[in-house]
């Protein structure tokens, strides 16, 4: 069973900036990673991902804030999250997609920024 292990949340003022981690179990190669987030009340949505190759997407509401990038040796995925806002205040989950078609979700980490 893989397992995602989620770190690097917590609160922060707005302006402020934030580096999320997370590590997935075990040796095989995935697809694509990425990190995803719901705030209260409200559907989860995709905030940026990566494939094996480096290519990225992001959200409209993170680019040019935001910065996702991997270690596909140690099947981990960053997220660099700059110039924070109170709208960024959610869950984030890290997502890993194998190459398989199987799905793998974090516990999920807070993020809180004040204004």
């Known amino acids: 069973q893989v397992q995602l292990v989620e770190s690097g949340g917590g609160l922060v003022q707005a302006g402020g900036s934030l580096r999320l981690s997370c590590v997935a179990s075990?040796?095989?190669?995935?697809?694509?990673m990425g990190w995803y987030r719901q705030a209260p009340g409200k559907q989860r949505e995709l905030v940026a991902i990566v494939n094996t190759s480096g290519s990225t997407n992001y959200a409209d509401s993170v680019k040019g804030r935001f910065t996702i990038s991997r270690d596909n040796a140690k099947n981990t995925v960053f997220l660099q999250m700059n110039s924070l806002k109170p709208e960024d205040t959610a869950v984030y989950y890290c997502?890993?997609?194998?190459?398989?078609?199987?799905?793998?979700w974090g516990q999920g980490t807070q993020v809180t920024v004040s204004s």
């Open positions: 997502n890993a997609h194998y190459w398989n078609g199987r799905d793998y």
């Open positions: 075990g040796r095989i190669s995935i697809n694509v």
